[in-house]
């Protein structure tokens, strides 16, 4: 009898901006350098076949393939080890993390834990950011994708996503910061028949120009300064499989033809190489920014545009779907509660009015560190409107600002997640850009264009 699928999967950081992830199932998964290698690990310390995860009944084990460098878990060599959930373990210089749950998980995204003005770390027992994934639990939902909501634009994006998923088409997620997109992403790779090959998400806007066209396409040995060994790029690593280029937007428009061959063709060369590699990867783009009006500035190039956006699903902002704001506010207090190692308090009615009439510029991801914020702050036994008195209404702000003459209502609100983002960090930007996903030298550009002012948020 097949048993059912345990929904687990390894993810991998490959560097700054880039990430890999792969679906166990029931077949084993060799993890390598070499072409052949489930997970390509593009560092030459890493053996061809270096390692491989495979599935006993309903548990997963790694075992080393006598690699040369070896496979290691907890700082010891493993010849054979059992995985639980949240395990990481190390090849070469990546440390993988082995994730174990139903079909449906809560997100890839790392809670984070806004700091608190004059909390106390008593108060909070709490995950904080960059805290070990191994240490924290993780609750399952019974919700298609992981996206929780009841009300009907979530069912429509859900079975958007199951029906766009099934086809081999290039989709453009376009959403407000924080709505769901990755998550949409992500959906789309798990409803299609590339499931159980690489996910590859790329953050366009989280790598240096300089160096985002060998991130995507690899390098030669020689073929700049520093590239002392050949490497893979993000293409080769998705070969079968997914590429998702999260923050499109940003890429650098003299990078966009070659982008565009690489999607027309299914072929690429590294940088710095003659050779014409085979790159079928499906491609899945994100943008926060209107593509359409960066094609008419000049920005962004309109043949890519076109390639990128055959088929676009838009993410509604949370304000315009106000029913799933309790289902997902309870779903976040559900899994800090499963984090937690005291009682956590529940929403009250008051309280759910309080955070279904604020507008969330940040969307999910603001409604999530609200509640991890109230619940730090909270001393009862349950969260009442009080508790979110920090939210702050965002046209009231925006209306504050006289920086806000000429700025569409998105932008207007784009500012003041910025703004308040900037608050609750406390000023400091690495956090802030970190907390709002987007690349420290993005968050500057958007300070610029929005002038915002240092004072403004140095507190
Ligand atoms: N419908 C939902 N149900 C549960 N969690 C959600 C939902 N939508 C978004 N989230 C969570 O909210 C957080 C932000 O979502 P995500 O990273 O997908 O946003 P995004 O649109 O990619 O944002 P950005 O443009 O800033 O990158 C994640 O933790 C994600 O799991
Ligand atoms: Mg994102």
Redesign the pocket.
Known sequence: MIQADPGAKLSVSISNGMTVEIRLGLREIRIGRGRDADLQLPDPSVSRQHARVYRVGNRYFLADLGSRNGTHADGNPVTQIPLDDGRTFQVGPYRIHFLQCGPAT????E?TVAPVPGGSAAAAPLPTPGAKRSSVPRIC?D?PF????TGPA?RK?SETVRRVGASDAAVL?E????????????GLHDASDRRDRPFVVV?CGAISPELIESELFGHERGAFTGATAQRRGAFEMAHNGTIFL??IGELPYTLQPKLLRALEQKEIKRVGGNETLPADARVLA???RNLKEEVAKKTFREDLYFRVGAITVA?PP?RDRRE?IA??AR??LAGLAARSNRPLPALSPAAIDALATHDWP????E??NAIQRAVVMADGAELCAADFSFLRDPAKAASDCSACAGLSRWEQAERANILSELGRQGGNKTRTART???AKSTLFEKMKRYGIRNQETDR
Request: proline letters at 4%; charged letters at 20%; aromatic letters at 4%.
């Open positions: 809560s997100s890839g995204e809670p939902v919700a992981g996206l929780v909501g979530v994006l997620i959403g407000e910061t924080g709505s769901g997109k990755e998550l949409v992403a992500r953050n999260d923050e994100a943008t926060n993410v949370l799933d289902p997902i779903f976040f940040g969307n999910v991801r409604l999530r709002l996903g987007i």
